[in-house]
């Protein structure tokens, strides 16, 4: 098992893949353990894959003290530091696009590529659903209160006309297998509390890399408005949608090719 000590806490990280080197940066609740992950995509074909789990997250040192988005920006780059990477494309998902934006401002020039998928920038430009206003949720009752959410094609109607399929999305959303783990809801908490104070809409126009915004039709998590004012917030932006909801990446088929063509150049 991979370990680094970045910024004096112990991370998991893992590595495969041939090709061009790509960090990937996770989501919300981001865990490597839970299968499939993203060494099971298209990227792992596609990139010499960098991805880790994050502070307060999966195998990685969870101390229960607050987190800024500009420590997971910092972990990040010390990352990049530990592999020996100097300058990579980077692709965020969610939160992971909330801390691609910071990791491209704090540290511009270890960012050569940038893909933020399903994201948002806070601030004026707008926040993705406030996760920490639902935290008292577990299980079904969380999953069923975020699946229309996550993608509004998936209302009350539709969940009555296709029971079977809306059953099997409660069951697979509802799953928390290390749920009881020591200092997990403290490292899970603590997570919410960063991505509550997210804001980078003032900073956008410093992004001078090439920059792509990957967005799902139906989400209801990060909103398409807010997509459009991040995309011209970025000189040169590319906004790009996919048919899905904030998993769109698994929904479109297209996704993927799009994003790792841009992300090759």
């Not at 893992?14 to 080197?21: I, K, M």
């Not at 491209?104 to 806070?122: E, I």
């Not at 004026?124 to 577990?138: C, N, R, T, V």
Request: proline share 7%; charged share 20%; with cysteine.
């Amino acid at each position: 098992m991979p370990t680094a000590t970045l910024n004096g806490l112990t991370f998991h990280f893992e590595r495969a893949g041939d090709g061009p080197p790509l960090l990937f940066i996770s989501g919300t609740g981001g865990d490597l353990r839970v299968q499939p992950n993203v060494f099971a995509s298209p990227l792992a074909r596609a990139f010499d894959l960098l991805a880790y789990d994050q502070r307060g997250l999966g195998r990685t040192d969870k101390p229960d003290v607050p987190y800024s988005m500009a420590d997971y920006a910092d972990d990040a780059a010390a990352l990049l530091d530990h592999v020996g990477w100097d300058t990579v494309p980077v692709l965020g998902v969610s939160f992971g696009g909330m801390v691609a934006q910071e990791l491209a401002l704090r540290h511009p020039g270890r960012v050569s590529r940038l893909v933020l998928a399903c994201t948002s920038p806070g601030g004026d430009g707008g926040a993705s659903y406030p996760f920490h206003e639902i935290e008292e949720l577990k299980g079904e009752a969380r999953a069923r209160h975020m699946i229309p959410i996550s993608d509004v094609r998936r209302d009350a109607a539709w969940a009555a006309a296709n029971p079977a399929e809306y059953a099997k999305l409660v069951e697979l959303a509802a799953a928390d297998p290390f749920a009881g783990e020591p200092g997990r809801a403290e490292g899970a908490h603590r997570q919410l509390e960063a991505r509550a104070a997210h804001d980078t809409w003032d900073r956008l126009p410093q992004i001078a890399c090439p920059t792509l915004i990957a967005a799902g039709r139906y989400d209801g998590v990060a909103l398409p408005a807010t997509q459009e004012k991040m995309a011209a917030r970025i000189s040169g932006a590319d906004l790009r949608w996919f048919e899905g909801g904030h998993l769109f990446m698994l929904q479109d088929r297209a996704a993927y090719p799009a994003m790792i063509g841009f992300l090759k150049g």
